[in-house]
């Protein structure tokens, strides 16, 4: 591709839903403890929206902090990206509601993207492309997620491990500046079925059957998905580096997908990186797919734990399976 611009981070943002629900809370909806959660995932509470607080609602409260760190209005948006894997509804998408909340011209083309966990990582990746080609100038590319009201809550196995929250971006095209290293990105569909929500669409239509046997709910095979994780993240993060041509030592901080503690040392250790190099913020957030990476860099950046002009590595997995890693300046 002949590159036209390079893509310049102008501001991030985020957002989660004031209703805190602990482990402690759990113990009384599951047979669970905060001890077990604790000790085999880091989880100690997450964020859970209002029945009547839906994706898109803070998806916009992440928008418009990103909006006002960047110094733009909405109308100088050229192109909304929305990750998710808990939209508001199948169509339209959560990127056009969002649209409808920001008053921004109706013009804007908006999208959703779907790359579960991975998704910021992959919509990072589109962003960059658009901008790069010279496509688009100035880009809002969030990472939003339910997932509060996508899990079976009878169901410990899953419903310890997830959260709501949202993280924004905004991308805009420069001459001078490029903020992007690297991305790579990687998808291996045959393993769909260890981590899926499997009703709701053409496979099992909405009956009263498929509500019976929940496939409305967050369905995963936990062992099978933490042993892919660890080795997808190690490869995505060390493909990403080699891309962006930096070394181990260049990077400030790395700021992993937030699924499961231990995940993230088993990763931090097969890349040779020490635990104090390494952002973790799931012990209040829980999973939240893919606001995970971007809520984290939005905190790290608030926390002074990185200063503008720091490189950092981001680096996801997910359903699908999905996974990716990017290299940024901030
Ligand atoms: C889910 C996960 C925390 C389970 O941890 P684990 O160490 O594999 O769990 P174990 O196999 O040692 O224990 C499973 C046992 O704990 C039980 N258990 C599961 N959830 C529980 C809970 N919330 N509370 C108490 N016990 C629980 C199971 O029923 C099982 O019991 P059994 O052995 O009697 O059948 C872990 O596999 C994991 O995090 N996987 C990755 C999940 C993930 O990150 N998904 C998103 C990726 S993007």
Same mark, same amino acid.
């Given at each position: 591709?002949?590159?036209?611009?390079?893509?310049?981070?102008?501001?991030?943002?985020?957002?989660?839903?004031?209703?805190?629900?602990?482990? $402690?809370?759990?113990?009384?909806?599951?047979?669970?403890?905060?001890?077990?959660?604790?000790?085999?995932?880091?989880?100690?509470?997450?964020?859970?929206?209002?029945?009547?607080?839906?994706?898109?609602?803070?998806?916009?409260?992440?928008?418009?902090?990103?909006?006002?760190?960047?110094?733009?209005?909405?109308?100088?948006?050229?192109?909304?990206?929305?990750?998710?894997?808990?939209?508001?509804?199948?169509?339209?998408?959560?990127?056009?509601?969002?649209?409808?909340?920001?008053?921004?011209?109706?013009?804007?083309?908006?999208?959703?993207?779907?790359?579960?966990?991975?998704?910021f990582i992959?919509g990072l990746t589109?962003a960059r492309?658009?901008?790069?080609?010279?496509?688009?100038?100035?880009?809002?590319l969030?990472?939003?997620?339910?997932?509060?009201?996508?899990?079976?809550?009878?169901?410990?196995?899953?419903?310890?491990?997830?959260?709501?929250?949202?993280?924004?971006?905004?991308?805009?095209?420069?001459?001078?500046?490029?903020?992007?290293?690297?991305t790579?990105?990687?998808?291996?569909?045959?393993?769909?079925?260890?981590?899926?929500?499997?009703?709701?669409?053409?496979?099992?239509?909405?009956?009263?059957?498929?509500?019976?046997?929940?496939?409305?709910?967050?369905?995963?095979?936990?062992?099978?998905?933490?042993?892919?994780? $660890?080795?997808?993240?190690?490869?995505?993060?060390?493909?990403?580096?080699?891309?962006?041509?930096?070394?181990?030592?260049?990077?400030?901080?790395?700021?992993?997908?937030?699924?499961?503690?231990?995940?993230?040392?088993?990763?931090?250790?097969?890349?040779?990186?020490?635990?104090?190099? $390494?952002?973790?913020?799931?012990?209040?957030?829980?999973?939240?797919?893919?606001?995970?990476?971007?809520?984290?860099?939005?905190?790290?950046?608030?926390?002074?734990?990185?200063?503008?002009?720091?490189?950092?590595?981001?680096?996801?997995?997910?359903?699908?399976?999905?996974?990716?890693?990017a290299?940024?300046?901030?």
């Open positions: 591709m002949n590159k036209k611009n390079g893509v310049k981070i102008l501001g991030t943002g985020s957002y989660f839903p004031k209703k805190v629900l602990t482990n $402690v809370d759990l113990e009384k909806i599951v047979d669970t403890s905060d001890e077990w959660i604790s000790t085999r995932t880091g989880i100690k509470e997450r964020r859970i929206a209002e029945e009547n607080e839906y994706t898109s609602d803070i998806a916009y409260k992440a928008s418009i902090e990103a909006l006002k760190t960047a110094e733009i209005s909405p109308k100088q948006i050229d192109l909304i990206l929305v990750a998710t894997i808990s939209p508001d509804m199948l169509f339209p998408s959560t990127a056009c509601f969002l649209q409808k909340k920001l008053g921004s011209k109706l013009s804007t083309p908006a999208f959703d993207l779907s790359a579960a966990c991975s998704g992959y589109v492309a658009f901008i790069e080609s010279g496509l688009y100038k100035t880009i809002l969030v990472g939003a997620e339910e997932l509060s009201k996508f899990v079976d809550w009878t169901d410990r196995n899953t419903c310890v491990l997830f959260g709501d929250g949202a993280g924004a971006m905004i991308l805009s095209a420069s001459k001078e500046e490029d903020d992007i290293l690297s790579y990105l990687e998808a291996e569909g045959a393993y769909s079925d260890l981590l899926f929500l499997p009703g709701g669409g053409t496979v099992n239509p909405v009956t009263t059957k498929t509500m019976d046997e929940k496939l409305h709910a967050i369905k995963m095979q936990g062992k099978e998905v933490f042993k892919a994780a $660890v080795p997808k993240m190690a490869i995505a993060a060390k493909k990403a580096l080699e891309l962006s041509g930096k070394q181990l030592e260049d990077i400030k901080l790395f700021i992993p997908h937030q699924a499961n503690i231990r995940i993230i040392e088993a990763v931090a250790k097969k890349l040779g990186i020490s635990m104090d190099r $390494v952002f973790v913020n799931i012990h209040k957030t829980g999973n939240i797919s893919s606001a995970t990476t971007i809520t984290a860099l939005d905190e790290a950046i608030k926390v002074n734990k990185v200063q503008k002009g720091d490189i950092i590595e981001l680096v996801a997995f997910g359903g699908g399976f999905t996974s990716g890693a290299i940024i300046r901030i």
